[in-house]
């Protein structure tokens, strides 16, 4: 019965924190998708004894939300995409994929800094090593793809997803809260001539305010939300049918790649195009996605934790996304770009439509996406790079 309750709250939640924002302008100024996010870790660690009690309700529960996660970012990612004019989007593609270059080299610079820092502190590490590149370069799949490569310890491998999960949650709520207001003290702000050419062609995107969802109560919103939902059902069909045709270390990335790339080309369609709903009905199930992570953050793991590990996981995170900050202010490249492809090659393509809302800027949706899938795409070879590297040195 709990899984039931927990799994229709995910579907509701962002309905009710909408509410609480049109009532309440501290919500508003917060951002739907911190709350959403904010509010899920909180559920977690409030029902956290109740799951713990039964592990039948407990692995029911994990894997009813596993599937809300993988169905509502696959659901939203071409509802995203749909209403967006992308040759005006590809004009902030040039300064992503510098950034996105940024970003891959401040991974491997502070993955070969801190191997030397940790040698004989941590077995395996120039797997470690190689899974770290591979996980925050392109992600979770990546990071499976390159054990099998190379052959990795599967303990090792599972402890990595532990902390890698936490720790990504965590790095998600500093981009979702205290990332911007600090990084735009050493980085330019966003380029207000591009935002001014944009404006026009992503008006229809609106401001992300809980006062933005209300157009999905009218009547046009309905309409426009059902014919645009159903597009996006054919589309992951055709994802998952041609995904089946590549070799099982791809599947999982190659659909998200699939999904993004048949999304972007319908929107090529005027009729789809114009059907301009779609991005809300996507942001809503990004929304729901949000909580729905959150709830599944599970902050246990920190009672018997491998200190070393732990640390050179989070060092990582914090060593690589400094490095990558002063890259961008030495080739001037502004806070919200640094963001946006920061999170693409640390949380990959589902997180971008996340980070993008929080920080309210539209335009870098599309070179949001497309760094990611570069980060998918070269992921595996880094990773597998990396981890031949240092198992030669080390």
Request: some cysteine; aromatic content about 8%; hydrophobic content about 55%.
């Amino acid at each position: 019965m709990i899984e039931v309750c927990i799994a229709l709250l995910c579907i509701v939640f962002p309905a009710i924190a909408i509410t609480l924002g049109l009532r309440h302008a501290l919500i508003d100024r917060a951002g739907l998708v911190l709350v959403c996010f904010a509010s899920g870790i909180l559920l977690n660690t409030l029902t956290g004894s109740i799951t713990d009690v039964s592990p039948f309700v407990s692995n029911s529960l994990i894997n009813i939300q596993t599937q809300i996660t993988e169905l509502t970012i696959a659901l939203a990612l071409p509802l995203l995409v749909f209403s967006i004019d992308l040759k005006s989007a590809f004009t902030q593609a040039s300064s992503s994929s510098k950034s996105m270059l940024m970003a891959f080299a401040s991974i491997i610079i502070c993955t070969f800094i801190l191997s030397f820092i940790f040698q004989g502190h941590i077995e395996g590490l120039w797997q470690v090593a190689g899974l770290s590149v591979g996980a925050y370069t392109g992600g979770g799949p990546n990071m499976a793809a390159i054990n099998a490569a190379i052959e990795g310890d599967k303990d090792i491998f599972v402890m990595m997803t532990s902390y890698d999960i936490l720790l990504s949650a965590i790095y998600l709520l500093f981009v979702l809260s205290f990332a911007k207001p600090l990084f735009t003290k050493v980085l330019l702000p966003p380029a207000q001539d591009v935002l001014n050419k944009s404006e026009n062609k992503f008006a229809h995107l609106g401001e992300e305010t809980s006062a933005s969802y209300q157009v999905l109560g009218t009547l046009r919103g309905l309409k426009e939300g059902m014919i645009t939902a159903v597009l996006s059902l054919l589309i992951i069909g055709l994802a998952l049918g041609l995904a089946s045709l590549l070799p099982s270390s791809m599947k999982s990335s190659g659909t998200i790649i699939l999904i993004t790339t048949l999304g972007m080309l319908a929107s090529f369609i005027p009729q789809i195009r114009r059907l301009t709903m779609s991005f809300r009905v996507g942001m809503y199930l990004v929304l729901v996605f949000c909580f729905t992570m959150g709830s599944m953050t599970n902050l246990s793991v920190l009672a018997d934790l491998n200190w070393a590990l732990f640390s050179y996981i989070g060092l990582m995170l914090i060593g690589a996304m400094t490095i990558h900050a002063g890259l961008c202010r030495v080739f001037k490249i502004d806070v919200d770009t640094f963001l946006v492809t920061s999170s693409a090659a640390i949380m990959s393509v589902p997180f971008i439509p996340v980070i993008v809302g929080a920080l309210r800027n539209q335009a870098l949706l599309v070179p949001g996406f497309c760094a990611a899938i570069i980060g998918y795409v070269l992921g595996n070879y880094l990773g597998i790079v990396v981890a031949i590297s240092l198992k030669s040195i080390l």
